[in-house]
């Protein structure tokens, strides 16, 4: 039988195993380990690759939104727009800025944050809106930032899953005023541990964001503001760097996959993902639904074949959140979808004929 897993980091690794080494080895030759000339180097690659001014390289994806929270003002109390069906951390970010959370449903062909929705969730106490652009299509920014401008909200991105993606030809994290990235090792860049960034073009945000990420340091043993510890380090920086180069075509290769996806798999059961116009998809996951989802999920396992679900349990409905009361039903898009998605596999080192078999097996299905 097959075995195709639903991700695949050692082969990953295999691909691109020397200029990682040669990188890990330069900096633990060094003797520099944290906030020193690879990150800068990487800020500055990566920011070019954004096309945005600044970027500051932090812990993690989460606290990449967190640390633009803080620094965009939103504290105790205030109300954050954004959708339940995302990856938690995106809910840990605004809780962790002493905010609440609140929930608009998705458009159900984007998956993302439904824009129509979006003004009749603003109240007085709302300070911002973060956008996700999950499983890497780009939400549909233009519609938010004019309802941002409107009512003068801050509006963070969270690109964790978008690393490339476009709307109108204009990349991620550049519409509002922070773009906040990941990279976990499963994202379309990922380090080889946690590590994340923010992105923005305004240079004192960004002189705000690097005290923060470093215990509110202005020079060394001063301190002008309470801060945190969240510093992408060295390592990761230069691993980063070393496969910034190669994020192109590993975007180009999901695109392909996704291709042969959606004209292989003739099983009219199965929902594939449609692509909104002007929009850029980067395929972090190739996403179908079906209303027999488990039963699919556990066909396809039978024969060797790896998924995930992203996300079976919207966050409305996570134990963690039953203290905001939101019932059941009130966000029917979100609800149905944790029903029904179905992760596939889709990685750049994914083989032509391995896919072909995923797709004979969801025909068969
Ligand atoms: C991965 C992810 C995060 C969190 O990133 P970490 O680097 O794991 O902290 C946040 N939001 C979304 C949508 C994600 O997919």
Excluded at 26 to 43: H, K, P, T
Excluded at 239 to 256: C, F, N, S, V
Aim: charged letters at 20%; proline letters at 4%; glycine letters at 8%.
């Amino acid at each position: 039988m097959r075995d195709i897993p639903f991700g695949n980091l050692k082969r990953h690794y295999a691909s691109i195993r020397d200029e990682i080494d040669a990188a890990v080895h330069r900096v633990l030759e060094s003797g520099w380990y944290i906030l020193g000339n690879e990150l800068s180097q990487f800020e500055k690659e990566f920011a070019d690759y954004v096309d945005v001014k600044h970027s500051i390289g932090v812990g993690s994806g989460t606290e990449a939104l967190h640390l633009a929270l803080v620094a965009a003002g939103v504290g105790r109390g205030d109300h954050v727009i954004t959708v339940a069906n995302t990856a938690v951390p995106t809910l840990s970010a605004i809780s962790f800025a002493g905010a609440v959370p609140i929930f608009v449903d998705i458009d159900p062909d984007s998956y993302c944050i439904n824009a129509a929705k979006i003004e009749a969730a603003i109240t007085a106490k709302t300070r911002a809106i973060v956008p996700v652009h999950l499983y890497g299509h780009a939400c549909d920014m233009p519609t938010i930032m004019d309802i941002a401008r409107q009512h003068d909200l801050k509006v963070i991105e969270d690109c964790a899953q978008a690393h490339g993606a476009k709307n109108n030809g204009q990349m991620v994290g550049t519409f509002g005023d922070y773009g906040c990235f990941s990279f976990y090792p499963s994202k379309n860049l990922g380090a080889f541990g946690d590590a994340g960034i923010v992105v923005t073009n305004d240079t004192a945000e960004a002189e705000k964001l690097i005290k923060l990420r470093n215990y509110g340091q202005s020079k060394r043993y001063y301190h002008d503001s309470i801060g945190f510890n969240s510093r992408l380090d060295e390592l990761q920086a230069a691993i980063l760097a070393a496969k910034l180069p190669h994020l192109h075509g590993w975007i180009q290769r999901r695109q392909e996959i996704a291709a042969l996806y959606c004209l292989n798999v003739r099983n009219r059961d199965i929902h594939l993902p449609l692509v909104q116009d002007g929009i850029e998809h980067v395929y972090h996951l190739f996403v179908i639904r079906h209303q027999r989802r488990d039963e699919l999920r556990r066909y396809l396992q039978e024969h060797g074949v790896g998924s995930q679900i992203h996300y079976p349990v919207p966050c409305h409905l996570q134990a963690a959140y039953a203290f905001l009361g939101i019932k059941n039903g009130s966000l029917p898009v979100t609800e149905n979808y944790a029903q029904t998605v179905l992760s596939l596999p889709n990685y750049p080192e994914l083989l032509d004929d391995e896919i072909n078999y995923i797709c004979d097996i969801l025909n068969e299905f």
